[in-house]
């Protein structure tokens, strides 16, 4: 009896060394990395916890609020998961308006038109619409309008004026499509300095485009921004492209999703005789719902906004399930799905959607879960917004609620890989982020968000010394 006692004595003494060794590794690593000069003038956070125990491995500025960029994707999606269920499916209804109309009403699903699922690509998504309206004894119709939330704020309160006009920057509409965003192609110039000019006969809307894009040094990458100008379609172009390509594409943000799908739907539905409409130019037709309509939009299959207008469903487009379209999220960092389950969560308690609302929600649900509000600081659902400030204790404790749940492998899946570690990146201007789960050698599993704000100097250099702290878990 004395010599087993001995043994898992030395067995308890060996855990707590272990324990004890790699928090003295980090605070030696970390102290080290704080000294760097890139960090001169910068705020950084690292929080450490043992995944089965909950123990604190390394603290440094947990509760200090940091801007953590894309790292935000991780709350919103474990807030999905919980709120929407991994089953969980957007609905966009088709439905009849007096003859031969039909009318489209969604409530923001953000896959609509993408090219990530096969059901969503547009042909393929306009081929099941008609057999949809056919099978509900629709053989063709005049025109096709579709319905918008008149009361809605779509770009999220903080973003800024660089990023709103650029693919990564599209906000959230009631009926998306093709991720609202589109592309531009341009022919740089033979040297630097050149005229960068548009492709016409591959870029959609390069009549609504100001270009003033130049050509940059060979290999510079893309350096253009797409900016809206207030209170005109068109968009302007400035910055470079890199020389020594025959072209180069950059993606813009679409403001007027709704009315892209209906003129991309007409058509294809004209060129197979489904649509009838004989003018030469298709006028896109959106309609509103006011919030005093949310009882009656928000309902189900049986869908009845107008008892003068809409007569009845005739059919419903089913996104792919949440699981699938949080992998997205994660993997690709879409800021758009993001932003569009954040006004889910509202649509979903009060009938509309609404940004403001929707983070209210997403608060107060951590808050019952015991992290103190004032540690999600957060204006939108994906972290483009550099006025975000989240803790990394939050952030530990949201990835450690996650491990408890049911979803949790679908969650863990969708997490990418960087540097042979399972956990999610975040980059806005001067911050630097990654928070996610790492498995040692020795078989211990750890749970860390590591923030960095105001850092100098060029960003791998930081992810590089990010990592070296981080390779001590492994």
């Known amino acids: ?9 030395c ?3 060996m855990v707590g060394s272990n324990a004890q060794d790699i928090s003295k590794k980090i605070t030696e690593a970390f102290q080290q990395f704080e000294n760097d000069q890139q960090l001169k003038h910068a705020v950084s956070s690292l929080y450490v916890i043992d995944a089965k125990t909950g123990k604190i491995v390394f603290d440094k500025n947990s509760q200090v609020g940091l801007a953590p960029a894309s790292t935000q994707k991780i709350i919103t999606s474990a807030t999905a998961f919980e709120l929407l269920g991994k089953d969980f499916r957007y609905e966009t209804w088709f439905t009849s308006w007096l003859s031969h109309q039909v009318g489209v009403y969604g409530i923001g699903d953000p896959t609509f038109g993408s090219w990530r699922f096969k059901s969503t690509r547009d042909t393929i998504l306009f081929k099941e619409i008609i057999a949809g309206l056919k099978k509900a004894g629709i053989q063709s119709i005049s025109e096709i309008f579709t319905w918008d939330n008149e009361a809605s704020k779509k770009i999220p309160s903080g973003w800024i004026y660089e990023d709103i ?5 599209a906000a959230p509409y009631n009926i998306s ?12 110039g033979k040297k630097v300095g050149d005229e960068a000019k548009i492709d016409t006969s591959a870029t959609d809307f390069w009549g609504q485009i100001t270009n003033e894009c130049k050509t940059g040094p060979p290999g510079s990458g893309d350096n253009a921004y797409i900016y809206f100008i207030p209170g005109e379609r068109r968009v302007l172009v400035q910055g470079t492209v890199p020389a020594g390509v025959a072209r180069f594409t950059i ?14 739907f007409s058509s294809y539905a004209k060129s197979i005789g489904f649509v009838t409409n004989d003018s030469a130019e298709y006028e896109c037709l959106v309609r509103y719902v006011s919030r005093s309509d949310k009882s009656k939009a928000n309902s189900s299959s049986k869908f009845e906004l107008d008892s003068s207008g809409i007569k009845r469903t005739l059919y ?3 996104s792919p399930s949440l699981d699938s379209i949080i992998y997205w ?3 690709k960092s879409i800021n758009l799905y993001g ?3 954040v006004n889910t969560f509202a649509y979903k308690k009060q009938g509309y959607n609404n940004t403001e609302d929707g983070l209210v929600i997403v608060k107060d649900f951590w808050k019952q879960k015991g992290i103190d509000g004032s540690e999600l600081n957060i204006r939108d659902g994906s972290g483009l917004s550099p006025l975000n400030r989240v803790t990394t204790h939050a952030q530990v404790e949201i990835l450690k609620y996650a491990k408890t749940k049911d979803w949790f492998p679908y969650f863990f899946d969708a997490l990418p890989e960087y540097n042979g570690m399972k956990m999610k990146s975040g980059t806005i201007s001067d911050a630097k982020a990654f928070c996610g789960y790492q498995k040692s050698k020795d078989g211990k599993e750890y749970i860390f968000s590591f923030i960095i704000n105001n850092y100098n100097g060029p960003s791998s250099g930081v992810v590089n010394k990010m990592y070296k702290v981080l390779d001590l878990l492994k």
Not at 1 to 9: E, V
Not at 165 to 169: A, E, H, L, V
Not at 177 to 188: L, T
Request: proline share 4%; with cysteine.
């Open 329 to 331: 999220f994660l993997r």
């Open 339 to 341: 932003e569009a389950l």
């Open 165 to 169: 006009g650029n693919y990564y920057g």
């Open 1 to 9: 009896m004395k010599k087993l006692f001995f043994t898992g004595g």
């Open 177 to 188: 499509w093709h991720e609202n965003q589109y592309d531009i192609v341009f022919i740089p």
């Open 316 to 318: 419903i487009h089913y």
């Open 251 to 264: 993606s813009g943000a679409h403001r007027e999703p709704a009315c892209w799908f209906s003129l991309s």
């Open 11 to 13: 067995l308890l003494l």
